[in-house]
């Protein structure tokens, strides 16, 4: 029987320089940033006793903790750019972890964030793999190519194609010839003693793990991010799913100056009705102007930012006495005019929002409330969900809570 090693998986930031797509690691996927997702699948792994990102980015860092991994060090600057060996990385971290915690694991995982998609269970699959066999130095997971090498050219130094491999004229529909397998990239299993001593992120002796075709997504470009947003909206992946770790743990600002307020879905219950001229009605609800009205007079100041342009915003803006910005596509630029023109800094504002084009202003500000009716994305980023629906009480719920905390504060 193979006693159980200890394990630390490194979701290393390796790509924050790249072109293809910039910053791709706080890029949203789902609601959550793309590293959530590495984060989640090392999380749910039994053979998995520690998680670590390894960045040179304080906000991917801080990122990745929200989902419950750690982040003890920030990598040099020198060791984050996109030709920066792996190999290189990860003798930083294992020689980080020995110099300051005295803690060396047996077995490093790595996972690339830009394949966000692995089957539950697959990692410790690839762990055990390697476990079994004191002779294997790594497992690499990988999938069959979508083309042949067989049927592939390059150009040589005359601009003239030449057959990629050296077996003669190749044919489209030739035989595949040799067995070709590409690194997914969805997991490298390799022992610490391969990385220190051999130098190496995979050895002498290297096992394969099969992904199925249906989870192999790579991320490169924003192309790609689309096509996977498609296939996690459309499909029934069976994978583990991050979560945020006690999302609702950020406390309310101290001083609250400013709510903002989206309008659709938060003010309203996000239906809209159209009679034949088409001229379009929206449901609100009344207790939600008794309560902006007394936030009012506590002091705090609220307004609609919307990106909606029809004329019923600022008619309902008027009747609850408050300001309105609306037909708004950049809602995070109009966001900081906002608080700008009050002198008023981020962490004094409160949003209410229940889209995902609401999240990114979510994320700028002191504390954000999402009805409980809002999109499951922003239920994952919000600070707080509240029990009543958009149009039905939630922004009321939402002034109940903030005049309570003033209350509290001024005991």
Same mark, same amino acid.
């Given at each position: 029987m193979v006693d159980r090693p200890q394990v630390v998986l490194g979701i290393v930031e390796d790509c924050y320089a790249s072109t293809g797509l910039p910053r791709e690691n706080v890029w949203q996927l789902g609601g959550h940033p793309l590293i959530a997702f590495g984060v989640a699948s090392a999380m749910a792994?039994?053979?998995?006793?520690?998680?670590?990102?390894? /960045?040179?980015?304080?906000?991917?860092?801080?990122?990745a903790c929200a989902y419950g991994a750690e982040a003890p060090f920030l990598l040099p600057a020198e060791l984050a750019t996109n030709t920066t060996p792996d190999l290189l990385r990860f003798q930083h971290m294992l020689s980080w972890l020995q110099d300051h915690e005295g803690y060396q694991p047996s077995i490093v995982v790595q996972i690339r964030t /830009?394949?966000?998609?692995?089957?539950?269970?697959?990692?410790?699959?690839?762990?055990?793999?390697?476990?079994?066999?004191?002779?294997?130095?790594?497992?690499?997971?990988?999938?069959?190519?979508?083309?042949?090498?067989?049927?592939?050219?390059?150009?040589?130094?005359?601009?003239?194609?030449r057959p990629l491999l050296e077996r003669g004229r190749a044919e489209p529909d030739s035989q595949p010839g040799p067995l070709a397998l590409w690194q997914s990239g969805h997991a490298d299993v390799v022992r610490t003693n391969t990385i220190l001593k051999k130098g190496s992120l995979t050895g002498d002796y290297v096992k394969s793990v099969f992904v199925d075709p249906s989870f192999v997504?790579? $991320?490169?470009?924003?192309?790609?991010?689309?096509?996977?947003?498609?296939?996690?909206?459309?499909?029934?992946?069976?994978?583990?799913?991050?979560?945020r770790s006690n999302p609702q743990s950020v406390p309310l600002p101290a001083r609250t100056r400013l709510v903002v307020l989206?309008?659709?879905?938060?003010? /309203?219950?996000?239906? @809209?009705?159209?009679?034949?001229?088409?001229?379009?009605? @929206?449901?609100?609800?009344?207790?939600?102007?008794?309560?902006?009205?007394?936030?009012?007079?506590?002091?705090?100041?609220?307004?609609?930012?919307?990106?909606?342009?029809?004329?019923?915003?600022?008619?309902?803006?008027?009747?609850?006495?408050?300001?309105?910005?609306?037909?708004?596509?950049?809602? @995070?630029?109009?966001?900081?005019?906002?608080?700008?023109k009050r002198d008023i800094e981020a962490r004094e504002?409160?949003?209410?929002?229940?889209?995902?084009?609401? $999240?990114?202003?979510m994320r700028l500000v002191g504390f954000s409330f999402a009805p409980a009716d809002a999109h499951p994305s922003v239920k994952q980023q919000t600070d707080? $969900?509240?029990?009543?629906?958009?149009?039905?009480?939630?922004?009321?719920e939402v002034c109940e809570i903030l005049l309570a905390n003033l209350q509290l504060q001024s005991e």
């Open positions: 792994a039994k053979s998995i006793d520690r998680v670590i990102v390894s /960045t040179a980015n304080k906000r991917v860092a801080e990122s /830009t394949t966000p998609f692995r089957p539950r269970g697959f990692l410790d699959s690839a762990i055990a793999l390697l476990q079994a066999d004191a002779k294997t130095d790594s497992v690499l997971a990988v999938a069959h190519p979508k083309q042949a090498p067989s049927a592939m050219w390059t150009r040589d130094e005359k601009d003239y194609l997504v790579n $991320i490169d470009r924003s192309e790609d991010l689309h096509c996977a947003e498609t296939l996690l909206g459309t499909c029934a992946l069976n994978i583990d799913l991050p979560e989206d309008f659709d879905g938060t003010l /309203t219950d996000d239906r @809209v009705w159209v009679d034949s001229e088409g001229r379009e009605s @929206v449901a609100c609800s009344r207790s939600d102007g008794l309560g902006l009205e007394m936030l009012r007079k506590a002091g705090i100041e609220a307004c609609v930012l919307s990106k909606e342009a029809n004329p019923v915003v600022a008619r309902r803006c008027e009747k609850l006495r408050i300001a309105c910005t609306q037909g708004i596509d950049d809602k @995070v630029g109009a966001l900081r005019e906002i608080m700008a504002v409160v949003y209410v929002g229940n889209d995902v084009i609401d $999240i990114d202003c707080c $969900i509240l029990s009543r629906a958009g149009g039905r009480g939630a922004v009321r």
